[in-house]
């Protein structure tokens, strides 16, 4: 049996200015030795380890780690045929499907760049990401090749890879899908005879055989679009090395996880870097099982986590006020889960209370970004160290933080000083592709500057008490302002517009705009909103539309979104004590 490429302590002991460490569950160790591989050397390691370990199951349909590995081997041996090289950009537009993971590997194993995509994004979106990245290759879903069509234009895009989601069913519910489901939901999309489309089945019909594309842990593996501070979409550019790092202090905190054993339950996308690392690398590494969820589907979700004994459970507040609030709950059992970590939103303490009664559950707050590859924070997971509700935890492994003054950035403040969370360690990006600016910005000296307001207690705990960004958070999924006023923008009647994150019992947060007609136009509400559906992923789309004279504005002209969320806010609280 090939030697894993485990977590390996450096120094057990608790670390000069890193109170935190002492809180850490037993066995965490303080900080590691990382090695010097590439990403995709988990998957080889697991294969060669595990190979007849569950690595996928997808609709109860279960594939090896063994089969998983060679089929990657043919994906990238069939991308290297189509002229993928080094360096080259391919994007993933794929739900969570066995595809996805062989299209994954196969593509860092040809020596590509993976450009993951939202599968909801509009045809403007995913243009822009596929100009943006430089990408040659994308690997579509049959009923998203349509989108994708439309979006080549202007791009770079030589090869569209389509693959249908019922190709990895089993065979009965192939059958069934294809009778009931595929023409009527829009999976059957001809797409043979137009330029550049090939089949995902015919990629793999080349040889499984291994190559070295020369890929060196330094190199970029992932171009991770995110909006940053600025709300400007850009790709943060996460090394090997990154990705390894944080896949192996993911590791490490999951301590109780033993190699082929664990059954992870994968509902968060893996097109978002949470799923990505949280879930599929982390799931990889320990050559665990990843039960896949193309979409959440709240009663699909209860019976698989039953079904197949789900053991690690990450997910975001929306998804466990999902569960707590339905009572679907009640009708599974789901006491397997040992293990879970909330993130992409703030976890509200009744969320966390209600989900551990239902599960018995160890659920967590953690905290991560983009530009981190994801995680950098989390509560210790097992109770043994200590949890604090409330709080996004402790410092992963060799993580440092500080919190700064806003004004400069450099002035280090104390214990419970509110100010901007700044951090680094081994899982940093490289930068923002073609951002020097935006990258100075966030990058400094070595510091990344999160645009998040936090605090920090005398036991090395942080809390996020408010964001510099004025990001909106949907359902775990980061909404730009600027996107949504530019989508309404588009439209003939808008003169000026702002959008606002407003709160929402299950989602947390959903977008609210405010918008200024041109004189003489009288569009409605409900237009804006349709319109804004041709331009926006759904989760983006305005749910209200409150139409103003004008919008307060700063001497400079800038529009002052805080004010306006304020007044919103106090609308908000005036209308729940009339009601009471």
Known sequence: MAKRIAVVAKDP???????????????????????????????????ESHPDATCTIFFDAKRSYRSISDAAWRFANGLRRLGVKKGDRVAIMLPNTPQFVVAFYGALRA?????????????????????????????????????????REGTAIEHVIVTNIKEEMPPVLRLLFTVAKERKDGHRQPFQGDPGAVAFREVLAAPAERIDAGTKPDDIALLQYTGGTTGVSKGAMLSHRALVANTLQCRAWFVDTADARAVAMAVMPFFHVYGLTVVMSLAVQAAAAMVLEPQFELERVLKDAERHKVTTFSGAPRIYNAIINSPLATRHDLRSIGACISGSAPLMVETHRKFVELTGANLVEGYGLTEAAPVTHCNPLYGKGKQKIGTIGVPYVDVECRIVDVETGTRELGVG???????????????????????????RGGWLYTGDIATVDEDGYYAIVDRKKEMIIVSGYNVYPREVEEA???????????????????????????????????????????????QLAPYKVPHEI???????KSLIGKTLRRQLAEEERKKREGKVAAAS
């Open 111 to 151: 020596g590509a760049v993976v450009v993951p995509c939202n599968p909801l994004y509009t045809v403007p979106e995913v243009r822009h990401q596929l100009q943006d990245s430089g990408a040659t290759t994308i690997v579509v879903l049959s009923r998203l090749y349509p989108v994708v069509k439309a979006a």
């Open 546 to 552: 409150e139409f103003r004279e004008s919008l307060p």
């Open 13 to 47: 002991a608790p670390m000069a200015g890193r109170p935190w460490t002492r809180h850490y569950d037993e066995g965490v160790p303080a900080t590691l030795t990382y090695p010097d591989v590439t990403l995709q050397a988990f998957l080889d390691d697991a294969a």
């Open 417 to 443: 000083e509110p100010g901007e969370l700044v951090l680094r360690g081994p899982q940093l990006m490289d930068g923002y592709y073609n951002k020097p600016e935006e990258t100075a910005q966030t990058l």
């Open 488 to 534: 309404l923008a588009t439209h003939p009647a808008v003169m000026d517009s702002a959008a606002i994150g407003v709160p929402h019992p299950i989602k947390g947060e959903e977008v609210k705009a405010f918008v200024v007609r041109k004189p003489g136009t009288s569009a409605t509400a409900d237009e804006l909103i349709a319109h804004s559906r041709t």
